[in-house]
C-alpha cells in the first residue's frame, strides 16, 4: 500500500498561488497514475486534477484549466498542483490519491490510496 501526505495549503488573499505537494511512500510512485481532489464543506469531493504515471497524459476539471497545473516527479516520489489566481471558490481541502495507472480517471471511488488532506483558504 502506498502512503500519501499533502502539504503546502494555506491562506491566502483571491488571486495569490500556492503549489501544493504530495509524497508518496511505501511503494515506488512510478507505478501509479495520481490525482487531485478537493472537498469543500457540506459538498461532495470534486476531481480537480489527474496525471499519468510516467508524467503525461493529464486532464483537469473545467474550472482548474488555465490556472493549475499537475506534475509529478518521480525520483522525488512527489507529485504536484500548482495553482494560480485562486478565487474564494477555490476554497477547500485538498486531497492527493493514487490509482492504478492504465487510465486516468475523474471518479474519486477509481482511487485506491488517499492522504489526508491539506486545505486551502481563499479570501476574497
Known amino acids: 500500500q502506498i502512503q500519501l501526505v499533502e502539504s503546502g495549503g494555506g491562506l491566502v488573499q483571491a488571486g495569490a498561488s500556492l503549489r501544493l505537494s504530495c509524497l508518496a511512500s511505501?511503494?515506488?510512485?512510478?507505478?501509479?497514475?495520481m490525482g487531485w481532489f478537493r472537498q469543500a464543506p457540506g459538498k461532495e469531493r470534486e476531481f480537480v486534477a489527474a496525471?499519468?504515471?510516467?508524467?503525461?497524459?493529464?486532464i483537469y476539471a473545467d474550472s482548474a484549466k488555465g490556472r493549475f497545473t499537475i506534475s509529478r516527479d518521480n525520483t522525488k516520489n512527489t507529485v504536484y498542483l500548482q495553482m494560480n489566481s485562486l478565487k474564494p471558490e477555490d476554497m477547500a481541502v485538498y486531497y492527493c490519491?493514487?490509482?492504478?495507472?492504465?487510465?486516468?480517471?475523474?471518479?474519486?471511488?477509481?482511487?485506491?490510496?488517499w492522504g489526508q488532506g491539506t486545505q486551502v483558504t481563499v479570501s476574497s
Open positions: 511505501g511503494r515506488n510512485l512510478g507505478n501509479y497514475a
Open positions: 496525471i499519468g504515471w510516467s508524467g503525461g497524459p493529464t
Open positions: 490519491a493514487a490509482t492504478m495507472p492504465v487510465l486516468l480517471y475523474r471518479n474519486p471511488n477509481q482511487y485506491s490510496d
